[in-house]
């Protein structure tokens, strides 16, 4: 199983910039396929950015494209959200998620992910 713990959630202003980190842990080996994802009260999960891990590629929801940049730090086992231009819709719970198994798929679909996190708010406020 991969264990995952964000941190860096917190309120800031329209147009403002934030970084999200995910530490992983547990057997990564196997898991190939990870990313963040949102929900918003009253909202389903939406699939923000994810990236295969061993090789790099990056897949984004359309909504964040252009403003949001997933990557990953493998030496400190960590993965990073960085959020800019930040709009009060971008407002949510974001959440840190692996697929566990070695997957050639690896869109930001949460039907995808078995391993999640406990969530880091996000308030963007005018």
């Known amino acids: 199983t991969v264990q995952l713990v964000e941190s860096g959630g917190g309120s800031v202003q329209v147009g403002s910039s934030l970084r999200l980190s995910c530490t992983v842990s547990?057997?990564?080996?196997?898991?190939?396929?990870m990313g963040w994802f949102r929900q918003a009260p009253g909202k389903e999960r939406e699939g923000v950015a994810t990236i295969f891990t061993d090789r790099g590629s990056t897949y984004y929801g359309d909504s964040v494209k252009g403003r949001f940049t997933i990557s990953q730090d493998s030496a400190k086992n960590t993965l990073y959200l960085e959020m800019n231009s930040l709009k009060p819709e971008d407002s949510a719970t974001y959440y840190c998620a692996a697929d566990s198994s070695w997957s050639d798929f690896c869109a930001p679909e949460a039907s995808l992910m078995d391993s999640w996190g406990q969530g880091t708010q996000v308030t963007v406020s005018s």
């Open positions: 547990g057997d990564t080996d196997r898991s190939n396929c």
